[in-house]
């Protein structure tokens, strides 16, 4: 069993579902007239895989392509609520699928979107994320977002669950389990069997996967394990006619999760069509509600918040440091900076940062305590990572308003100054709270040890 979080993989559509009422036929075509009711949106893709594991109180990383158009917009602010999001850049619009539904029926969907993942400069926020993980969960939907980070993926030391898809990418080699649909594992397999247990034993050996769960519906799912017998894992009760939109998302993510805790392979198939069939039986994706979070509503991750803030005409104020031991110094400038915008982001040095300028012996509290410790303060909306000696590349993504600077700066002496000036923002310097210090707390507690 791992404590890590689950880190998802893969690509993220905006889902949308128009609900309504249809009980009468266009008057100049022999096609339903839907008298819409209701709009929901909701993620899919990775980002549902990636909701419903955070449904179940497991800490989630998602690694997802978002753009910059309203589909992407909007994608970002419902990802915000549930999950820690690495976004990796988005070539071209933001995948969307609209359904038009009346009566729990789907009579129409309309996909949109030409979006293609690429990798741009967080690779090695992906590869801390994959280092801290207690188990990775590949949702490929073909967009290039598995593809942008697959060199990645090798030799991990956790589960790693790979849920294909037919225009994606193949599988990694060793991964713990492989879990396409029945016509997904005759695409893999480069033909059709008449049989799906002869296919999941001919998928083994040609993934190099440790065990291969092939879903058959409401038929449950096939398992074989390398060098294991195949056995059909069946569903817990006869399932009942339902939207089956989302089903193998649920499998993969319970699977995951199960793993993830340390059950075996088996048990953790059997966990994850039990999961998949209660989903269907309560609706599918289309029961799906998720809330869009307004501005004040504190998105976990950095790049939501400065994106709702610019939608809503907020004043955006950031702040970087070490935050080493966080003392109260830290917190009277941390209020402070809130309290001249709308929302506050701290950009927190990395561990490896740290150690660059400080020295072996730094940081004393590791950067992810360091992020849940800033996270936990009223006056902290969101709060994000850098690698570098600086903070001009997270200023440069994020564009805050403001950059708030502790101490006797001028403005001009701080290295950040030109990306603050190239981004439009202003530098405000604050004043520092006297006999407050790291480094002079670090030496006390020494002399008393």
């Avoid at 942008?148 to 993926?153: C, I, M, N, P, Q």
């Avoid at 509600?289 to 610019?310: D, F, I, K, Q, W």
């Avoid at 955006?316 to 941390?334: P, Y």
């Avoid at 709060?383 to 994020?398: G, K």
């Amino acid at each position: 069993m791992t404590d890590g979080p689950l880190v998802v993989i893969g690509d993220s559509l905006l889902d949308v579902d128009i609900e309504g009422e249809a009980d009468r036929l266009c008057p100049d075509a022999p096609v339903p007239v839907v008298c819409g009711r209701a709009e929901h949106r909701r993620p899919g893709g990775a980002g549902l895989s990636a909701l419903l594991a955070a449904r179940e109180g497991a800490e989630v990383v998602l690694v997802t392509a978002l753009g910059e158009d309203p589909s992407g917009q909007r994608l970002r602010a419902l990802l915000s609520g549930f999950a820690e999001v690495v976004r990796l850049p988005l070539r071209g619009t933001t995948s969307r699928k609209t359904r038009i539904r009346a009566r729990g029926q789907t009579l129409l969907r309309v996909d949109t979107g030409d979006g293609r993942a690429w990798r741009g400069r967080e690779g090695e926020r992906v590869a801390r994320a994959l280092r801290g993980a207690g188990a990775v969960l590949v949702s490929d939907y073909g967009r290039g977002t598995v593809g942008a980070v697959r060199d990645l993926l090798g030799d991990l030391a956790v589960p790693v669950v790979w849920d294909p898809h037919p225009s994606g990418e193949a599988p990694v080699p060793g991964c713990a389990l492989v879990t396409p649909s029945e016509a997904e594992a005759a695409a893999l397999c480069g033909q059709r069997y008449a049989r799906p247990e002869a296919g999941v034993r001919r998928l083994i050996a040609d993934l190099g996967a440790e065990a291969v769960a092939v879903t058959l519906g409401p038929g449950g799912a096939v398992l074989c394990r390398r060098g294991g017998r195949t056995v059909r894992v069946p569903s817990p009760a006869p399932v009942a006619a339902g939207d089956t939109c989302g089903a193998g998302d649920r499998f993969a993510s319970a699977a995951a999760l199960a793993l993830r805790g340390g059950a075996p392979v088996e048990e953790a198939v059997t966990a994850a069509v039990a999961e998949a069939t209660r989903f269907v039986e309560a609706g599918g994706a289309a029961a799906v509600r998720v809330p869009e979070p307004a501005v004040g509503e504190r998105p976990r991750t950095a790049v939501e918040l400065a994106a709702l803030v610019r939608a809503g005409g907020g004043r955006l104020i950031a702040t970087g440091g070490c935050f080493d031991l966080l003392h109260a110094g830290h917190v009277s400038l941390l209020r402070q900076a809130r309290a001249i915008g709308d929302a506050l982001i701290v950009c927190v040095n990395s561990d490896e940062s740290v150690r660059r300028l400080k020295g072996s012996g730094r940081p004393v509290v590791a950067e992810r305590d360091r992020v849940e410790i800033l996270r936990a303060l009223g006056c902290v909306d969101a709060v994000m990572i850098f690698d570098e000696d600086t903070p001009c590349a997270v200023i440069e993504h994020l564009r805050p308003d403001v950059w708030v600077k502790g101490g006797d700066y001028t403005g001009l002496e701080l290295p950040e100054a030109e990306a603050v000036r190239r981004t439009g923002g202003e530098i405000v310097v604050l004043p520092t709270v006297p006999g407050y210090s790291t480094t002079g707390l670090i030496a006390a507690a020494q002399g008393v040890m």
